[in-house]
């Protein structure tokens, strides 16, 4: 399998990506291949001592940085890491593109690159995060792809998260429901009412509407979100989770007796950290992408980016976007239009 | 002053609200008003064995529950708390109303009961939520009253919450963000875009958006929200922050000497879980009507029961509703119209 890695994407490239895919390729036999300004990454390989023969260097003259508009960095930027990459992966060179870069830049290149699975109005990201106290993790889709939805993109991510976690998780009937601000049928907006009624009358298994404050706590499998509140969700937890584990840090550093405590503590206190880590839970798929590309976060460390790529191999092996594409031809799920309606 | 309290609303209602009514009523000299079913809350206040003289009970013969239309409901049931609550406050009869029962039906019976403050469109849900590791709070609105928002819904939120922080902190300029899904200007949906021009446009402290994971560090005094992702990001927060809490208890009883640790840091603990306790906060009044109205969590217990009241002293005494009313009119900021479009 080759692994393929955007060398300047995040505000670590390419120093962190570099020893992150150093960390993976010694641990792996699949070839991690890094795209990016060829002389800085060789000469980070370099500092980093590597001597192995599984990663290799791509050069790519271009950067997209997330000051500039996506769809006009990816229509002028043709040498750009992303745009190149998307490329790969459409040839075959690539059996997967990760990139920490502007997320609105990989779904422009992406759209434009690889294209959509056909029947799929809208690709989303979809980010595994943990179930506090229970090993295990809930499905959230859209993270941000999509700020303006309409009801027959909820309708659709809830159908993609589904065969998701079928494929990936092996579940037989994913527990789907909708993010919303109330639990009862009639709860929400205009887009998150209509939404309902097509996920309600789709065949996956929609169990309806979950509130924010129920979603950690791991009562379903799979939350389908429009984007924007997606992604509110999403990084308020993430930064929630942060600021909490920071003051548990200094309360337990803030004096001789918590010292000793902390001590005492320590192994039980790392298993707690690990179960807010999201760095833990490695790259979230686009989903509905002809082709497998995992966003990482742009403040991806090493760890972040080495655990992406062990999680990107099982990604690549259960051929989501095969097993998407495959059940919407059979079920007609989408392609039938029966739930969804034709763009206005 | 007399403080007027729903004893029907909320899950544990009579019997937490009562219990938190006599609470603070053998804290203050001011009046307690009980309003609901007369003889369950004197058999309620007989079994509490209240004997003081600053608790009074008004008869309401009806109550809106959860599960019917607020509007509907609101229009229909002529004796119930709620609507007889809104009557009380616009007739002097009491000078502040709390209640832990349906929003839907508070905003309904705000509006019909007692009216918008002129020029305003929308009332708004606020609430203060702590900043982690530091003794201060951050405002929040709209935090569930207005899921279908336009720009300049979130504008004059922008200029509600500005004044309210203004008055009751006493702080000089507040700091005013936008929650949205990214920190630059162009980010977010088309209702965030528009409603990022006109706060930049007024003449608060707007200080552009704030991405959820930045909103509970404290890096500003008033995040402004449409009313769906406002909720799902409260909610969220409380969700997590509570599961966080609920792990760390199970962590520090999970053994002999995770109990000693446990033991050596009560103190520090107890602080902190006061740090992420929204009972700690009252009630979150609805800014935008002609009266003082708080909603408190229909799940609150005689605490948060009793701190509301407490509260919502301080919040009558400094004249909120009174000051944006003042404020209003005085700078022209929205009676003018400036940035603000009319209604379709």
């Known amino acids: 399998m080759r692994i393929l890695i955007d060398g300047m994407g995040g505000d670590h490239a390419p120093q962190e990506i570099v020893k992150g895919a150093i960390q993976a390729a010694r641990e792996i036999d699949d070839t991690v291949v890094i795209i990016g300004a060829e002389d800085l990454i060789k000469a980070e390989l370099d500092v980093q001592k590597w001597n192995g023969s599984n990663i290799e260097v791509v050069n790519a003259t271009e950067v997209i940085t997330n000051n500039e508009s996506p769809a006009m960095a990816v229509r002028k930027k043709k ?48 980010a595994f995060f943990p179930q506090i106290g229970k090993d295990d993790t809930t499905l959230l889709l859209d993270c941000g792809a999509n700020v303006d939805c309409r009801p027959e993109f909820l309708y659709q991510f809830g159908v993609m998260g589904s065969i998701f976690v079928q494929n990936v998780k092996g579940k037989e009937s994913p527990d789907v429901r909708l993010l919303n601000v109330g639990a009862e049928s009639e709860k929400g907006d205009e887009l998150h009412k209509e939404a309902y009624e097509q996920l ?145």
């Open 79 to 126: 040498d750009s890491t992303i745009n190149r990459g998307m490329k790969m992966v459409k040839e075959g060179e690539a059996d997967v593109f990760i990139s920490g870069g502007s997320t609105g830049a990989l779904l422009a290149a992406g759209l434009l690159g690889l294209g959509r699975i056909k029947g799929i109005k809208r690709p989303a990201i979809a």
């Open 200 to 344: 309600a009358n789709s065949s996956i298994n929609f169990q309806g509407n979950i509130e924010g404050r129920e979603v950690v706590s791991g009562v379903c499998d799979v939350v389908v979100a429009d984007g924007f509140s997606g992604n509110i969700f999403l990084k308020s937890s993430e930064g929630l989770a942060l600021s909490i584990m920071g003051r548990l840090k200094e309360v337990l550093m803030g004096g001789t007796i918590s010292k000793i405590a902390a001590l005492l503590l320590a192994k039980q206190l790392k298993g707690m950290k690990k179960d807010f880590d999201y760095s833990e839970e490695g790259g979230a798929p686009i989903l509905g992408l002809k082709g497998p590309v995992l966003k990482i976060h742009g403040s991806s460390k090493a760890y972040a980016v080495y655990n992406a790529i062990l999680k990107a191999r099982d990604y690549v092996e259960s051929d989501v976007t095969g097993q998407i594409e495959k059940a919407i031809a059979e079920s007609d799920e989408i392609s039938s239009g029966e739930a969804v309606k034709t763009e206005a």
